[in-house]
């Protein structure tokens, strides 16, 4: 089992749509974690951390679940350029990055 | 501030032949990554260092090399390059380590070995 798991997607949405991302961690000793956004052909680049208490930035709200072990990420409104690969981080010793949720919004 | 520049950001190579990618950064940071990204795969490290003068095997370390003489500087090498080498390589660094959780990211080497 993968110690971060992220649905492949693709998640097709429309603009203004609300849409949300899970993933899933193995290792319970995982401490912290984070989303990235990777655009086509770029490099990642940090979203946000997620926080226990769960955190907001503008229209991105990021959840962490310690019993289930799961972090989500929800994005309202969405627009056409969150598209997207959202890349799910977590952290024990090291940083586990999972495989990435391709989100790609049409007008 | 550039950020993190890496060099060439792509290559064809034949098996066999060796090359070496280059990465500096000029943001001053301690901390220095190579990262490989398949497809379909997440993000595998494969050296890193924390400062001038050390370096760490990573989780993928085999077939490269690394040195870092200066702060700026983290070139990885590849020897003898093997088709599976075939990836996207990420060089990054940062201030505090993996504690923050915030690396920054060259843009990347795509590299191909037939």
């Known amino acids: 089992r993968k110690e971060v798991e992220q649905d492949p997607g693709p998640f097709n949405v429309p603009e203004g749509a609300t849409v949300a991302f899970n993933c899933t961690y193995s290792n319970s000793a995982s401490q912290s974690f984070f989303w990235y956004r990777q655009d086509c052909r770029k490099e990642p680049k940090l979203l946000m951390s997620v926080y226990s208490s769960g955190n907001e930035d503008g229209r991105f709200t990021a959840q962490l679940n310690r019993a289930s072990q799961y972090i989500s990420l929800l994005i309202r409104d969405s627009k056409l350029s969150d598209s997207a690969t959202y890349l799910c981080?977590?952290?024990?010793?090291?940083?586990?990055f999972g495989t990435g949720t391709r989100l790609q919004v049409f007008p | 501030n550039a950020g993190v520049t890496q060099t060439p950001k792509f290559r064809i190579l034949k098996i066999g032949q060796s090359m070496t990618l280059q990465c500096t950064q000029d943001m001053n940071h301690n901390y220095m990554y190579w990262y490989r990204q398949d497809p379909g795969m997440g993000l595998k490290l494969i050296y890193y260092s924390v400062g001038a003068g050390i370096t760490d095997k990573g989780e993928v370390p085999n077939g490269y090399n690394v040195s870092r003489s200066t702060t700026e500087d983290f070139p990885l090498r590849l020897e003898l390059a093997a088709p599976s080498q075939t990836s996207v390589y990420f060089c990054?660094?940062?201030?505090?380590?993996?504690?923050?959780?915030?690396?920054?990211f060259g843009e990347g080497s795509r590299l191909t070995v037939l």
């Open positions: 990054a660094s940062s201030y505090l380590g993996q504690n923050t959780g915030e690396l920054f």
């Open positions: 981080v977590g952290k024990s010793d090291k940083l586990i």
